[in-house]
């Protein structure tokens, strides 16, 4: 089958759609399928496609492509995009699109429609109701007068979970929706800690016992509750420290002010992106991992923590309740109080806490590797163009 996926960005500083686009593509590629992934250019795009695609199995059967953006109408009409789908739609049997409203996705959705392909749709939780808000006027118009007409003759929307599944449907958008998680990669799971890139400047950090919040620095992901909520902790535990590693999305600043305001930031390490080993490295050597979204699709992080052994504590708004059900971790209230009661159970409880991370590495095998999900997908390819 030839199938193409469409993104906005991979740089890998967007956070986790990058990096599930690009692994469920490597997996389906790893099964035999003609892959290729479209997207825009962007700055370093050669350094962060080399961290991004470091040994991912498949990755070397993907076909990348670039689309130009040198000037104002390539960034807010997508006009390459546009002429690239003209002369490129005929390779493909299926197009799978993640994300909306940006110029290049609707460019393949247009060119699609156009010309007969079949398509469809990952909004990668951007349908979400605190997700719509944001900007609300934009994204109202741009979903009445352009985006729900489109959906509607979408052959699928991929949608990450049941209670995302809920409230799309709210939408009346009248089109099939299919649930497919994202997964992990086993393979990378098991990287050696031998393989740091820079030991001696994560040594500061990783010889103590440490919580973990792995994500983009942005108001969705709750770093003001993540903070509030390890000032609780440190009150009680005078060991454990918090390591919060990410790309600045608009909260670093905050964030740092609030930890000073709190008085904990000499336990707060905060250490930037980390790639490949490095990062494997970190979820693993950690106590927990703590994600306290606003809004999450179905998140990288999360399942990279469970798949590495580690209990996890995060809102109900990661929509995860398995989490909780089979005893991975600890799904909470999005507040201080609930959160920071969370952690310290993980925290001050090591016999639990090394039963948790088995469930946790159980419940990420038994259901969310990236082949089994690549197989979901192709199953859903193979039925709309039938």
Known sequence: MRISHIIDS????????????????AAQAALGHDVTVVSNEFSQSNLHLNRLLCDMPGSDRLTITLVSQKNFL???????????????????????????????LWAAAKGALEQNTKWGLAPKGMLHPWALQQKRWKKGLALKFRWRRAIRRAAFLHI?????????????LDCPIEVIPNGFSPEKM??????????????????????????????VKGLDY?????????????????????PDAGMLQQFEARVCRLGISRRVYVVGMLFGANKYAAIRNAIC?????????????????LASGIPVVISKDCHFPEVEELGAGHVVELNAMSIGNAL??????????????????????????????????IDVYKRVIK
């Open 160 to 172: 990450l979970n049941n209670e995302e599944k809920v409230y799309v449907e709210r939408l009346g």
């Open 190 to 219: 098991d990287c050696s800690t031998n393989s740091l890139v820079s030991p001696v400047e994560m040594a500061k950090w990783m010889d103590r016992p440490y919580i973990l919040f792995l994500g983009r620095l942005h108001l």
């Open 289 to 305: 991992l703590c994600q306290p979204s606003r809004q999450e699709g179905f998140s990288m992080t999360i399942i990279e923590a």
């Open 74 to 104: 390539d960034k807010l009409f997508g006009v390459s995009a546009k002429r690239f789908f003209v002369r490129n739609m005929h390779r493909w049997d299926i197009l799978h699109l993640h994300g909306l409203w940006r110029p290049i």
């Open 344 to 377: 310290l159970q993980i925290v001050d409880n090591g016999e639990w806490r090394m039963i948790a991370g088995q469930k946790a590495r159980e419940l990420a095998l038994a259901k969310y590797t990236w082949p089994k999900i690549a197989e979901r997908s």
């Open 10 to 25: 991979l740089d890998p500083s967007q956070g986790g759609p990058p990096v599930s686009t690009v692994s469920l593509a």
């Open 226 to 246: 993540l903070a509030d909520a390890f000032a609780i902790v440190a009150q009680r535990n005078s060991e454990i420290n918090l390591v919060v590693a990410g």
